[in-house]
């Protein structure tokens, strides 16, 4: 478990949800919250147990090219409808949890896709994964809960590219990277997210 303080320009942020705290400073100053999440990730460890069961998801920060992020980051301050990850740590899977408002929407971005499951009464589980430990994809010296979505039932263009990674900061809470592969064959990390319990 991490215990460490995240900086910011005053002082030290003493609390005890450190994404929160790099939050904080990714408010005022983009680049150094960045950093600051980098380092909380770098802190952490990989879950041990493996993370079981409904977690809510929160996207913690985006990292794209200048011009989009801004952009992107506006549009999902409003428009967000990831709510987190159902994991099934005995069988190294799991999938993701949406809003069932945006279940037409995701139908129209992703016609041929047919892995949409019902989840209570307003959310619906999409985007099957596999889970593993491996070394981190930008991070080679550390090891990571590795989340894979390349399976032939995601769609192809967008989905199959992406995998997330994810460490453990707090009991319970973890700290993810999210990385796509852009289709001239470059990875990118390009944003954050915590699950949390």
């Known amino acids: 478990?991490?215990?460490?303080?995240v900086a910011d320009g005053a002082g030290v942020i003493d609390e005890s949800d450190l994404i929160r705290a790099a939050q904080q400073v990714l408010r005022a100053r983009h680049k150094d919250g960045l950093a600051a999440l980098d380092t909380l990730f770098r802190a952490g460890t990989v879950p041990n147990p493996p993370p079981d069961?409904?977690?809510?998801g929160e996207l913690v920060a985006l990292d794209i090219a200048p011009l989009v992020t801004?952009?992107?980051?506006?549009?999902?301050?409003?428009?967000?409808?990831?709510?987190g990850k159902f994991l099934i740590?005995?069988?190294?899977?799991?999938?993701?949890?949406?809003?069932?408002?945006?279940?037409?929407?995701?139908?129209l971005l992703y016609p041929f896709y047919r892995g949409n499951r019902d989840y209570g009464s307003d959310s619906f589980r999409?985007?099957?994964f596999e889970t593993s430990t491996a070394a981190g994809k930008v991070d080679?010296?550390?090891?990571?809960?590795?989340?894979?979505?390349?399976r032939p039932d995601n769609p192809a263009l967008t989905i199959r590219r992406i995998i997330d990674e994810i460490v453990e900061v707090r009991d319970g809470v973890y700290l993810g990277k999210v990385h796509f592969k852009w289709w001239w064959g470059k990875w990118q990390m390009i944003g954050y997210f915590a699950l949390r319990k």
């Open 126 to 128: 999409a985007f099957i």
């Open 89 to 107: 740590a005995s069988e190294s899977r799991g999938d993701n949890i949406f809003s069932a408002k945006w279940r037409a929407v995701l139908g």
């Open 140 to 150: 080679a010296d550390r090891r990571v809960f590795r989340i894979d979505y390349n």
């Open 1 to 5: 478990m991490v215990t460490h303080s």
């Open 70 to 83: 801004p952009f992107v980051e506006w549009l999902t301050s409003f428009l967000m409808p990831w709510r």
């Open 53 to 56: 069961g409904p977690y809510r």
